[in-house]
C-alpha cells in the first residue's frame, strides 16, 4: 500500500513538473529569451548613459567651481 502511495506521489510530481517546464519554455522561449536579453541590455545602455551625462555636468561644474579651461 505504501508504495502505491509513493508511486502516485511520484508520478504527480512528475507531471506538474513537466507542466512547469513547458510552460517556462513557452514563456522563455527564443523569442522570450531575446526579448528578456534585448530590453535588458536597453536597460544597461540606458544607465550608463545616464551615467556618462552625469559624470560629464559634475566634472563641469568642478571645473567652474576650480576656474580650470580644458
Known amino acids: 500500500m505504501k508504495r502505491v502511495i509513493w508511486l502516485a506521489a511520484g508520478i504527480?510530481?512528475?507531471?506538474?513538473a513537466v507542466r512547469k517546464l513547458s510552460e517556462a519554455r513557452q514563456t522563455f522561449g527564443p523569442e522570450g529569451l531575446n526579448r528578456a536579453v534585448g530590453t535588458l541590455a536597453d536597460s544597461i545602455a540606458n544607465f550608463a548613459d545616464a551615467v556618462r551625462d552625469g559624470m560629464q555636468e559634475r566634472e563641469a561644474d568642478l571645473r567652474a567651481a576650480l576656474g580650470v579651461d580644458k
Do not use: F, Q, S
Open 12 to 16: 504527480t510530481i512528475g507531471v506538474l
